[in-house]
């Protein structure tokens, strides 16, 4: 059974940091290229940022220069740095796992929210 595990959301304010946290099971984990969407209300869900499993690193241009996702393949964990967050980061946040050829799987979400 697979699971993505989100956690480390929460309420900041215009400028702080959060740390995002997204913990597998049931996959080869290093195989898969693991990413950060998010959805805000009313809105499609949107790419944040993807790292495959070589360490390619993607970012949307809305997040470029504040957020970095970074993964620990001994941990089985995939993480996404948020700084200088702001009220447009608002969202609630899905970690995904991809793989060709394979199932895609999303974890179940965790809340951000940017307000002063």
């Known amino acids: 059974q697979v699971q993505l595990v989100e956690s480390g959301g929460g309420l900041v304010q215009p400028g702080w940091s959060l740390r995002l946290t997204c913990a597998a099971s049931?996959?080869?984990?290093?195989?898969?290229?693991m990413g950060w969407y998010r959805q805000a209300p009313g809105k499609e869900r949107e790419l944040v940022a993807t790292?495959?499993?070589?360490?390619?690193?993607n970012y949307a241009d809305s997040v470029k220069g504040r957020f970095t996702i970074s993964r620990d393949n001994a941990k089985n964990t995939v993480y996404l740095q948020m700084n200088s967050l702001k009220p447009d980061d608002t969202a609630v946040y899905y970690c995904?796992?991809?793989?060709?050829?394979?199932?895609?799987?999303w974890g179940q979400g965790t809340q951000v929210t940017v307000s002063s």
């Open positions: 049931g996959i080869t984990f290093r195989l898969y290229t």
């Open positions: 995904n796992a991809f793989r060709q050829g394979s199932l895609t799987y």
């Open positions: 790292i495959t499993s070589g360490g390619t690193l």
